[in-house]
């Protein structure tokens, strides 16, 4: 049994934080194996004094949709502030770390670059190496696995809030082993709490861990598992599933074909994914209350699924089937800037927005994919 970083700093070694004025960065995700939010058990048992806490995007609470700005208020039942981290800004600023001696992160991540958990903590580490406070990180697993890596390494050009550091798609790193390689370049006070009991090999239903949704839109883990390669869906004006019951695993659009997308997609014999045809209605997002043709992915088999190379060709046989409809988001959002179309902030890259064909573009990143994992082994803590 998995004993994530939380459940350790509570039953093994508090030192940590105590007598330490802290403000905790969590969401419904921070919770021990019993299913206490974060903050309870570390006010209860008088470790440290919670000051205030910070909500990443869709908020502490969990409930606040893609790319909607976030408002601070007051916690409800511990009375303390909560600064949003996804409103008017991104980085704490000096006056909401004030009083503190310690920034503790306890949120469960999903593994991928343009998730943007990770960006959150790389701003809040720099504001603490900013203001000479701690830095510590609950440790949490990777859900979708820790020994796998897909993805070209992003470059500088498309850095972003959906990138913030030079990593793959698909690292493969726990938060802990990512606050580590960002504190290379940021040197604060970083103190990480492992797990106990994890290893690279496991998905999140290996752990015996609970599975709380990350966000509105990542129910499960089958959604986790695509979602490295689906979410490029996001940068078209093809629906990626928002408003339905099954995000990123459904994707279409009123103008889709959804019976022949499907065919062309299961002649390719992807590794481990199956296509069926589907139709559905929106409640939210992209072509709300339309009636949508399009596919269902069928995880066939985890161990052997390439996310990313799956989107790749999702998308490029969209692009194939539909060339006079299929677009491209070209709205700025979250913070991006010069009109750079989103699935190029999305994929690192605009070769997949021009034309490269998927196999050409699968080579070059499994390339560097192969040279991040060899670099990332200094900053790993799990074997």
């Known amino acids: 049994m998995v004993q994530a970083g939380i459940d350790r700093i509570v039953h093994d070694d508090n030192r940590l934080l105590l007598g330490r004025n802290f403000g905790l960065v969590t969401n419904p995700t921070g919770v021990t194996r019993d299913l206490e939010p974060t903050w309870q058990p570390l006010t209860r048992k008088n470790i440290g004094r ?8 869709h908020g502490w609470s969990g409930n606040t949709q893609d790319e909607l700005p976030v408002k601070s208020s007051v916690h409800p039942i511990v009375d303390v502030p909560v600064f949003s981290l996804y409103g008017d800004h991104r980085k704490p600023s000096p ?17 991928v670059r343009f998730y943007t958990y990770i960006s959150t903590m790389y701003l809040c580490m720099k504001a603490c190496a ?82 709380v949704m990350p966000s509105p839109n990542l129910p499960t883990l089958d959604t986790a598992v695509v979602y490295p390669g689906m979410c490029l869906i996001e940068g078209t004006n093809v629906s990626e599933g928002r408003g339905t019951t099954k995000p990123f695993e459904i994707i279409g659009a009123p103008w889709v074909d959804g019976y022949q997308l499907a065919r062309q997609l299961n002649a390719l014999a992807f590794p481990g994914a199956g296509f069926r045809a589907c139709h559905f209605v929106p409640t939210y ?35 194939t089937l539909h060339p006079e409809r299929l677009q491209w988001r070209s709205d700025a959002g979250d913070g991006r800037e010069n009109g750079t179309p989103m699935i190029d902030w999305l994929v690192g890259t605009d070769k997949l927005r021009l034309g490269a064909a998927p196999d050409e573009i699968i080579a070059e990143f499994r390339q560097q994919a192969a040279v991040f994992k060899e670099q990332r082994q200094q900053y790993l803590l799990y074997k």
């Open 285 to 319: 997002g992209k072509y709300l209350g339309q009636e949508c043709q399009g596919i269902q992915v069928h995880v066939v088999d985890r161990d052997v699924l390439e996310p990313v190379a799956l989107g790749l060709w999702v998308v490029n046989t969209l692009r």
């Open 50 to 57: 919670l000051a205030a806490l910070f909500g990443p995007e």
């Open 130 to 211: 900013e203001s000479g406070i701690s830095f510590i990180v609950l440790d949490r697993p990777n859900p979708i696995a820790g020994r796998f890596v897909e993805g070209n390494v992003l470059d500088c050009e498309y850095h972003s809030f959906l990138g913030i550091g030079p990593l793959p798609i698909r690292h493969g790193m726990t938060v802990g082993e990512l606050a580590r390689l960002f504190n290379d370049s940021i040197h604060c006070s970083l103190e990480v709490v492992p797990m106990k009991g994890w290893s690279r090999d496991m998905f999140f239903d290996d752990t015996g861990l609970p599975w």
């Open 95 to 111: 006056q909401t770390l004030d009083g503190l001696d310690a920034l503790v992160f306890d949120i469960q991540d999903v593994g």
